[in-house]
């Protein structure tokens, strides 16, 4: 059986929030960053312990997201002459993986192995950026990947919002 989740960013937040919910409404996990001039480390947490960290790498050709979990150690790569936002996976038990948006930035496509982990989608009728995204892969560590790559994908737009170089 698949599970639905919510993940949204919090409006207003110095150093940002994001919520990932479950398809009752009830709280998953809680992304939080850290104050930095430069690249802040993200925090994912449930409601007993943290689960992962996410860092933006400092001096990168395309944007590079260093992730520190559960499931092992992994870094996230934007591709970056493409028409859609294209991720690739290197490293930990996903490695190989790809995460492919739409041209609009409202879907997106988690595979690994030539089979679909998640699919997402955005609300579009919403203040806050938010997407349902539902994870076809019964596997435990399918969910945490998934809110990690949802949390990553979150903050690389973020950073394109705002025109900067670096997540702060």
């Not at 009830?26 to 480390?41: I, L, N, Q, S, V």
């Not at 400092?58 to 559960?70: G, I, K, R």
């Not at 499931?71 to 996230?76: D, L, S």
């Not at 806050?128 to 892969?137: A, F, G, P, Y």
Request: glycine letters at 6%; hydrophobic letters at 35%.
């Amino acid at each position: 059986m698949s599970t639905v989740l919510s993940i949204s960013n919090k409006i207003f937040s110095l150093k940002g929030q994001m919520f990932i919910d479950d398809e009752n409404g009830e709280r998953r996990y809680d992304a939080k960053g850290e104050f930095a001039f430069f690249c802040p480390t993200w925090t994912l947490k449930n409601s007993t312990k943290e689960l992962a960290t996410v860092k933006r790498k400092f001096w990168a050709w395309s944007p590079t997201w260093n992730v520190q979990s559960e499931i092992g150690n992994f870094v996230i790569k934007r591709k970056l002459f493409s028409w859609t936002r294209t991720y690739n996976v290197v490293g930990g038990s996903y490695d190989g993986a790809i995460i492919k948006g739409n041209i609009w930035d409202l879907k997106f496509e988690i595979s690994h192995k030539d089979k679909c982990i998640a699919s997402a989608k955005a609300k579009i009728l919403s203040l806050r950026d938010t997407h349902n995204i539902q994870v076809h892969e019964t596997k435990n560590d399918a969910e945490l990947f998934t809110t990690i790559t949802m949390v990553v994908l979150h903050l690389d737009k973020q950073d394109d919002n705002n025109g900067s170089d670096t997540s702060d």
